[in-house]
């Protein structure tokens, strides 16, 4: 089924054009347009204004500042793609979202849901902002990609696509891919038994394998047998809503830092193993707050309890915060 994105932007020209310019003339994007599953549609926001300077924005009411987007060329825009008010149109299967640094923080989950649409319309705000009543009466709701302020909407819009369209189906090799990465959904291997705490991972000796069975390209694509052995570890194993765990290539030895012993050693239950560990202790330095809502294992607790993460909540919240 084909998703569609509509953004509406006074600057077009940002999101480039296939097949090789900008978000979606390249890489994941530029494939899932090609290849149909997916298509982009950007609107120039001036083309909905009415005066021979094209003005979309205007001075805030109130005093202050910059200046604000007017309501009318938004509407119009929106009203040129069928998109009637948001108490008069049917809401399923479809979002017309702000851009906003006062929106709702996007997140995988976000993506994961975003994904499920069949339509997304991305509007991105400038200047001081957007008048508040497109957000009341125009948009289903405000996301936003972090707690910084962007000068405009577009690079918001376009991390969106990107994080969403590659969950589609069919875009990454493996269908389940997108499970099996940081914040991913797939289960952590409970099946696997996570022996007593291991110490640092030592350094290899020899060259690991160039790519493990099911190894794909997001940029090209799956090579042309992407399944995985039986017994074979995924390329991607984290998952259960931690960090990926850290990758490796050749060389085996680059600036005088060797790959780790283990990956070298074609054990896959201990490749497994270390990757799981090296996972959390990677969400433990970088992310502790993820481990607050992931679904760990006994072994993974007592691991991280070799580590010295105690599982205190609010302890973890303070270290990611400062
Ligand atoms: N006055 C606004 C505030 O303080 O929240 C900032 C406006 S910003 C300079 C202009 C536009 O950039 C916004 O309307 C929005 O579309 C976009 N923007 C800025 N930060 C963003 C963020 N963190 N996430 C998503 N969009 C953002």
Redesign the pocket.
């Known amino acids: 089924m084909l998703m569609r994105f509509d953004i509406l932007t006074i600057f077009p020209e940002f999101f480039g054009a296939l097949p090789n310019q900008g978000i979606v003339g390249h890489g994941v994007v530029s494939r899932a347009l090609r290849s149909g599953v997916a298509s982009a549609h950007i609107h120039d926001l001036r083309c909905f204004t009415h005066d021979r300077h094209r003005t979309v924005d205007d001075r805030p009411f109130g005093g202050g500042e910059?200046m604000v987007?007017k309501p009318q060329p938004i509407y119009e825009a929106l009203e040129s793609l069928s998109l009637l008010p948001r108490s008069q149109r049917p809401g399923s299967g479809q979002a017309v979202i702000?851009?906003?640094?006062?929106?709702r923080r996007?997140t995988q989950s976000t993506a994961r849901r975003l994904a499920t649409l069949q339509r997304v319309v991305l509007l991105?705000?400038?200047?001081?902002?957007?008048d508040e009543r497109v957000a009341e009466m125009l948009c289903d709701e405000e996301?936003?990609?972090?707690?910084?302020?962007?000068?405009?909407?577009e690079l918001?819009a376009a991390v969106l696509l990107d994080a969403t369209v590659r969950l589609l189906p069919g875009v990454l090799g493996h269908a389940d891919s997108s499970l099996y990465e940081s914040f991913g959904e797939g289960e952590a291997n409970p099946t696997v038994p996570v022996p007593a705490p291991a110490p640092a991972p030592a350094p290899a000796q020899a060259a690991p394998a160039p790519h493990g069975d099911g190894w794909t390209s997001e940029e090209t694509g799956p090579k042309p047998n992407p399944e995985p052995s039986p017994g074979v570890p995924r390329s991607t194993h984290a998952a259960s809503g931690i960090l990926d765990y850290p990758h490796y290539t050749r060389p085996a030895e680059f600036l005088g830092r060797s790959v780790p012993d283990v990956l070298a050693g074609g054990d896959h239950l201990a490749i497994r193993r270390w990757r799981r560990q090296a996972a959390l202790a990677k969400t433990l330095a970088n992310r502790p707050d993820l481990l607050l809502t992931a679904e760990l294992s006994e072994d993974d607790r007592k691991y991280l309890a070799s580590l010295g993460y105690t599982g205190d909540a609010e302890a973890a919240g303070h270290a990611h915060s400062r």
């Open positions: 910059g987007l702000l851009l906003s640094a006062q929106g996007f991105c705000g400038r200047y001081e902002g957007v996301l936003s990609i972090g707690d910084y302020v962007l000068s405009g909407g918001a």
